[in-house]
């Protein structure tokens, strides 16, 4: 079955460490993103790559770094330097880069809690 | 800087019902808008809508765009309490990204 895989779902880290979440994708998408989703905020986007080895900031970015070594693999690290790590991130793929999105398909989500 | 305003932020309505859930909003070179529903965690697409005036319709979900007044409409009749999750509506533009609005929380009390 073809999906997007983000891992782990839930993880607690103490504050200053810096923690990378997974994201893997076999849907053969040329992009990829990450999305913040904070309470009654809607989602806000921190990064996303339309191909290997290039990406670019959102709109929230400052705290977050990014790689796409693979077309597959499109991991997320939140640093010590982001502010309030504790949220929701949802990792998103789309078959299309370019100026014309298209439909996300989304993986389930990692939980973050920074203590 | 695209912008994309939902109404309203949350309501509650008992099965059976009918909803509209709006959206409107303001875009560099609008290119499509799309709706997702969010029940636990990952968002599920619903509709993308490109031109004006052309109703998608999926059973009990059906959707609109007017792009001259820069809105749209999510319909749902008969609501079930299935129906209950948060509906994200987002633009994408000339910046080849989605944005997204705040999310509406729909709740179907039985």
């Known amino acids: 079955d073809g999906g997007i895989t983000q891992s782990p779902k839930y993880l607690f880290r103490k504050e200053g460490q810096n923690v990378t979440l997974s994201c893997e994708q076999n849907?053969?998408?040329?992009?990829m993103y990450w999305y913040r989703q904070d309470p009654g905020q809607g989602l806000r986007l921190i990064y996303y790559?339309?191909?290997?080895?290039?990406?670019q900031k959102g709109d929230i970015a400052e705290g977050y770094s990014v790689s796409r070594e693979k077309k597959e693999s499109f991991p997320l690290t939140v640093t010590s330097a982001q502010k309030n790590p504790t949220a929701f991130y949802l990792c998103?793929?789309?078959?299309?880069?370019?100026?014309?999105?298209?439909?996300?398909?989304f993986g389930e989500g990692s939980r973050l809690t920074v203590l | 800087e695209d912008k994309v305003v939902q109404s309203p932020l949350s309501l509650v309505v008992h099965e059976g019902d009918t909803v509209t859930l709006n959206c409107s909003y303001e875009?560099?070179?609008?290119?499509?808008l799309l709706w997702y529903k969010q029940e636990k965690k990952a968002p599920t697409f619903l509709f993308m809508l490109?031109?004006?005036?052309i109703e998608k319709k999926s059973g009990r979900l059906s959707s609109i765009l007017d792009k001259k007044e820069l809105f749209s409409i999510l319909n749902i009749t008969a609501t079930q309490t299935g129906d209950s999750a948060i509906y994200l509506c987002?633009?994408?533009?000339?910046?080849?990204?989605?944005?997204f609005g705040k999310g509406i929380t729909l709740s179907v009390r039985p």
């Open positions: 998103a793929s789309s078959i299309r880069a370019g100026t014309d999105t298209g439909e996300l398909f």
């Open positions: 849907l053969n998408h040329d992009a």
């Open positions: 790559s339309q191909i290997v080895n290039d990406f």
């Open positions: 875009v560099t070179n609008f290119r499509s």
């Open positions: 490109t031109s004006s005036g």
């Open positions: 987002a633009v994408s533009g000339a910046n080849s990204k989605l944005t």
